[in-house]
């Protein structure tokens, strides 16, 4: 198996700006995600990128030579420039990869590819989630029980205003009462999209033994399929008109 | 708009062997469902058929003059001859709607439409479940708030066995740490399926007003659309063969 | 059954432009297919809009009392504001039904929904088409045949840079040799999406009396849904956070 | 990687009975479609099986060491034990990959999987049909051009009586007017399903080079995803109840 190129990108707003974010991720969300994914398999090389790099860290060059962008963001999803968020729609569109990750359900990126409001409802009470396999036989839930636990988190419910998943492989129970659609794979044009809900920045979230294997089952699963690299068309960009009657059987 | 046709199919065997559910239950579970049909609306024509009738109740010529059907059945999923499961398979695909209640989810019907296993887990504890709407717009979600909580009631959990819903109506919440994908529709031919997880024999789910609003609703949703009785070809039985090139442009 | 109210959106461009287009269409392409809606039913509430209008013709009010609309445009996708655009997805998201008509494939309105490149291969030679009905139970095929043909069509071509289609309803056959997803049916948020393929605006497409029963019957599936206008949460915007715990069962 | 075990499944009566058949598959279809698999790679352990052999060949043991099934059959599907048919059904739903091939749509294993009528048109005329690739970046689809040619085939046409696809990855064009949906996956419990329209007896379309890839790619797809076999519940057979209340988290 070749190397599958990854890249964390985070918006390092939280960290820098909040006391109890800063003590659990010192160096940053980003960089704990990335940590986790290295230490899952050599076939990966995993680097990071942040809203207040140029570019926010995904200039074109670096986009066109990736596999799978991962996505947090929260506070500063207005500053993501929309002509980044063109870039990341169109290399998706082309194949790339891309995991959503928690407050990342608001973001630009993941609002421009499907189409939806993608609200939902929220409570910050640091209360028990229990995350299901609805979906066992899922690779993005290989090595998983049943289901797993996290003691603390933000509580996500439903409605959530996206488009049916395409698979559905986990679903939250809360111990307030509620529910919520938290592990859910989409195929738009090319590429694969898995948006996972937990990850509030205020708990140690991704040093979650089973939160990592998530992270890094969809990172693999979200890579480009087969030899489309190479050899398929294009669908982002309008293919040229067939020649008038040029393909024609006549 | 012209009247719907219902039948109320009932298994009808706890209602004669089981003490508790004869309390509640005392003229059987159909008679229940089919009352809370009948009084949601003049356009609903509703009958109920048995397990214990020639034909399970469910002749050809009455099921050819049947809109929408519902199913429950628990104990006696084996006794439901095979003939008729696929007299009720064929109507569905030619346009009928099927309404598959609680533990009808291992009835033959269910199982040979979805064409999977239909398992889940479950546990009788009589817990409280909370069924939340993930579809607000949804036409079998009309009239309901946020949730309804039902206060006893079996659980039901995942991962159930069935293929991704078309749409996804409900997902239930249980006291007891377990979620379900307890609302969910499925297109199958020309036909419409729905399948609703409350109705556990012991509880009285069906004179549940929220409960019942939801099958009403479903009957609804699921009944023949547009008018494919007289004019869609029957994709069903196989068509003819076209003629040899007869059809052709050349 | 009420009235449903609709609006016809008409870009307006290459009927001022192009004497073959205004032969066929000296009015307007957009009171050729109202027209063809009037005459379908007394049910149906139908006013036209154009890109020259204030707002395109879509203020806020005008679109909050529509039930139904239905876009046409091509030549001057990018003169749409960006603000009608959001305006259109917001509704769409909230109940409005929207079909998209040929050339709109490349809208922003429908490229915002639906996230991806909707991209297509395309020929302009006057061909045959023929559109296959792949779900004959299906409300909007009521009343068609198995197929119909346009003599002289533009042909759009496969691969069709869209999500996965919710519902497909009919796929065409070229006599160039291409194949194309015709019509195709999607759920977004509350609201109900229909594309149809037929409508080059040198062709005399939207008096043909199969084409508007598609337009007619599409119209009637993609109204809103059930009683959601005053019932149900509105899931466009976020819901308001739950109060801590004050939801719990605990 | 590890090696891949794949059955190839052949009815082998045409075989026998048609001299057309004969001249071109002295050995068996099930043969050369071994062979094609055979040549893509050394990661496929291939083996064949027909309906003459005791249990058609497909014995529990053999199953159960069995990652991917190809299965063509045509004059003999009643001959089918169904026996076999749970057998299979149910290692399917536990994760093992099912290819069916053209005739295959109305194996009672193809119908058993999808629960609906799979009935189609046909014609029999030697006639060309293109088959179009409408979704490039999909496995399956690798290595292919955008689109390939049979010079003669059998016609089979829409309505194709399956639930939707869960991907579209083929859909054919005919010389004489016909389209049809040819190149379908459906995830069905821990397994993937993908049928592939070619292949009638009287042409040797499985010798065939893109044909060949195709069926190749599809059983590399088709495979156990991840850890399955190891870790994950078994959603075929109904999990054991869960302890009342033991896994509560009060």
């Given at each position: 198996m070749s190397k599958l190129r990854v890249i964390v990108w985070g918006e390092n707003?939280?960290?820098?700006?909040?006391?109890?974010?800063?003590?659990?991720?010192?160096?940053?969300?980003?960089?704990?995600?990335?940590?986790?994914?290295?230490?899952?398999?050599?076939?990966?090389?995993?680097?990071?990128?942040?809203?207040?790099?140029?570019?926010?860290?995904?200039?074109?060059?670096?986009?066109?030579?990736?596999?799978?962008?991962?996505?947090?963001?929260?506070?500063?999803?207005?500053?993501?420039?929309?002509?980044?968020?063109?870039?990341?729609?169109?290399?998706?569109?082309?194949?790339?990869?891309?995991?959503?990750?928690?407050?990342?359900?608001y973001s630009k990126v993941f609002k421009r590819l499907l189409g939806t409001s993608c609200s939902l409802t929220w409570r910050e009470a640091g209360e028990k989630e229990r995350i299901w396999v609805c979906n066992p036989g899922h690779p993005i839930a290989a090595g998983l029980d049943r289901y797993f636990e996290l003691a603390n988190e933000e509580m996500y419910g439903e409605p959530f205003g996206v488009p049916s998943p395409d698979e559905q492989v986990f679903i939250s129970w809360f111990e307030g009462g509620e529910v919520f659609r938290s592990g859910n794979c989409w195929f738009r044009g090319n590429g694969r999209i898995f948006y996972f809900r937990p990850g509030h920045e205020t708990y140690p979230t991704?040093?979650?033994?089973?939160?990592?294997?998530?992270?890094?089952?969809?990172?693999?699963?979200?890579?480009?399929?087969?030899?489309?690299?190479?050899?398929?068309?294009?669908?982002?960009?309008?293919?040229?008109p067939l020649d008038v009657k040029g393909e024609s059987v006549h």
């Open positions: 707003v939280h960290e820098g700006t909040h006391e109890a974010v800063r003590k659990i991720y010192p160096d940053g969300m980003h960089n704990v995600i990335a940590a986790g994914l290295r230490e899952s398999g050599d076939e990966l090389v995993v680097s990071t990128a942040t809203l207040q790099e140029p570019d926010h860290g995904l200039s074109e060059e670096r986009l066109a030579a990736t596999d799978v962008l991962t996505w947090w963001g929260h506070a500063a999803h207005g500053e993501v420039k929309d002509e980044i968020v063109d870039r990341v729609q169109k290399r998706v569109l082309e194949g790339m990869g891309l995991i959503v990750l928690h407050s990342g359900h991704y040093f979650d033994g089973n939160v990592r294997k998530v992270i890094a089952n969809a990172v693999r699963w979200a890579g480009p399929q087969g030899t489309w690299v190479d050899s398929c068309p294009n669908i982002q960009n309008p293919p040229e």
